[in-house]
């Protein structure tokens, strides 16, 4: 074929090939003005106390984030202020309109008009290309390739898994489908290329629920914060209850498996020496839809609940019984002070639980800023049994006690024994 | 003349002389009639003249650490009444009339009675034997492994012979300070009979926390154990076995168990909320009992839950 005649079809294959999908380069080019570094800075020294990413959104007011990049202004409103730039470096005030602390996002409002605002869809098929932009570790604006992983059910649908590398400082930025419109908010990211996005919708919900909202009062915020906590756990342990439960069956004991979609369980069961005369089998459960809280509290909304089983023939029951006693021991993680958490109060009672009976233990703590806000510790032991044991660490953290009992109670209920 | 007594006070036992002459020198150097051999006492210390009326005149020889009578610092000192109390540099001394009366004879520990507990070095050893028992069941009860012969050997040198060996030379070198004696049967029979009632004690206390669902008894427990137990123990042993003064002893037993008192105040949960009121741990019952005998009633799910909505957060610290 002639060279003249190739060029010829080639032209016309150009021309007549369907729309096609943006590329990075494209999407950096059309958006690098809409998208800022979210600063929050403290009044006295005028330096950065945090950094993270935002967009224009809405009527081009409005920037979108993570409420995790702002949430230093919270607990200290009259030291921290919160602040834009743009890729040239100008800068501005920005004012808190509205959060959604159980997914992790706020609204922040200028006085003037920030530029375009970026239009959100909904979420492509899983294996579609992704990308995230934003400004990681304070170097500039910059965008990661990856693809969409779908949304996580164990997070309670709040987050998409996100197959790009996501740093510190890209939270709050946006991530684009190759249509150039934004179908989540980075948020946070586990190790390589695991990294974790807030759906859209949730944003567009936080939008519409602002709309005609003036400026957070300051007073308010951490009464703001603890009500939508408490709102959020009031919600998902309905969710809990309403599922239905699977059982697990740990040697004489049938208990309560995942519970919901948001928890995973695991064998935890410890390597033992050869020489031990006894056995245990441990799982573990625990739910994955944590709620940042701020940065001494870092995360609560933890639902974890551990079964411990302990069975020996060859142990006495006293040698029994100072074992099953040694090992009898919440994992809660006491990392909070007193400046975070009230001290727990803690009550005992005999339960009768399928026929058998439980020593049980319930405590609980509050949170001293967050009004309403408990971490609540439930244990329960079995009792009169000479060479077998078995007992329950139930935690958890952040969430409304009275709405709690209930799942405790199903808990119980859920337990059976089978001679 | 009547003879009169002078009593020169010493750690261990006190001298007593009996003189007659109308002088006497008490001092460092060999030609003295009392020698008192003090390096801070002069060679020539104090003279006594004893006079026909019955009156006694003390003369003071030292340069160096002047002596005292009956507390003043004079140089010569004249009195008829006794006793009269000499001080020469370190060293006490009295001069008392022939018919003092002397204090009750007390009690051997164990009425001297080979029998008696107290009275034979048996009984130590005895003892001895059924603490390393003990200490043997201690490592039984608490040992979830196959037997090892090593491993209880190592428990036992570890956990009781070695306890019992550090209580007993402590006390031993207290005791030699204090009386100048060494009583090693009667202390090892003391700390072993301590040793054994603390591990009854302690199984009794933890029994007692399950029976009332309540850390207060092993609270109690501990506190009583070490703020009145030890002190009353090694109180009676001073005043009864090594025969000091109620005061004295009572003093020094507060003495030597302040520093057990001091640890327990520190470990204990009840105490140490006065203190540093805040625990980020969660202080529950966690102790179980294969008696499982409980005050508390067993009761339902629903009465659980129902009960459990009173259950209040815990303080607020400041």
Known sequence: MKPGICLLITLLMLWFQPASALESKNIYELYEDSIFQIRVLNRETGKKSSIGSGFIVDDGFHIATNFHVISTIILEPELFYITYQTKNGREGELQLVAMDVAHDLALLVSDENLGKAIVTADLPPKGAPVFAMGNPLDLGLSLAVGTNGGILNQTDDSRILFSGSLNPGMSGGPTFNEDGKVIGINVATARNDISFIVPSRFLNELIASSANSSPESTNELVTEVAAQLIAYEQSYIKDVLAEDWPSVQLRQLSVPGTISPTVRCWDNSAKLKANALFKRYQIRCANQNHVYLDDANKFVGELIYEYYWLESEELNPVRFYNLYEKLNKDQIENHLSQEEVSNFNCDTWFVDVSGEEFKANLCRREYVEYEGLSDVLFTAALTGHSNQGFFITFIMTGTDFEASLPLVQKFLENIAWNP | ?318
């Open chain 2, 1 to 318: 003349m009547e003879p009169l007594i002078i009593e020169i006070k010493t750690r261990g036992l006190h001298r007593y002389q009996a003189f007659d002459k109308p002088e006497l020198t008490l001092g460092r150097a060999l030609d003295n009639d009392i020698i008192l051999s003090d390096p801070t006492v002069e060679p020539y210390h104090v003279k006594i003249l004893r006079h026909e009326d019955g009156t006694i005149e003390l003369q003071n020889l030292a340069q160096v650490n002047p002596a005292q009578f009956n507390g003043r610092q004079d140089a010569e000192y004249s009195t008829t009444i006794l006793p009269v109390h000499i001080r020469m540099g370190r060293i006490s001394a009295s001069i008392l009339p022939r018919n003092q009366r002397v204090a009750a004879t007390k009690l051997l520990a164990g009425n001297g009675s080979s029998n008696h507990l107290f009275g034979h070095p048996l009984s130590a050893v005895l003892l001895l034997g059924l603490c390393i028992l003990v200490g043997g069941l201690e490592y039984y009860f608490t040992s979830y492994n196959m037997f090892k012969w090593e491993d209880l050997i190592k428990f036992v040198f570890r956990e009781t012979v070695m306890s019992i060996t550090a209580f007993v030379l402590v006390l031993s070198i207290f005791e030699r300070l204090l009386v100048n004696r060494w009583e090693i049967k009667l202390i090892t029979i003391s700390v072993a009979l301590i040793y054994l009632l603390y591990q009854l004690l302690s199984v009794l206390a933890n029994e007692l926390m399950y029976l009332f669902s309540s850390g207060l008894t092993t609270s109690i427990f501990n506190l009583g154990w070490y703020l009145i137990f030890i002190p009353a123990a090694v109180s009676f042993y001073l005043i009864r076995v090594t025969h000091l003064g109620q005061r004295k002893g009572f003093a020094l037993a507060m003495l030597i168990s302040s520093p057990f008192a001091v640890l327990a105040i520190m470990q204990n949960p009840t105490i140490n909320s006065l203190f540093d009121n805040f625990s980020s741990a969660a202080n529950y019952q966690k102790n179980l009992s294969p008696l499982n005998l409980h005050l508390s009633k067993t009761i339902s799910i629903d009465t659980f839950i129902e009960q459990a909505r009173d259950l209040k957060p815990g303080e607020f610290s400041d």
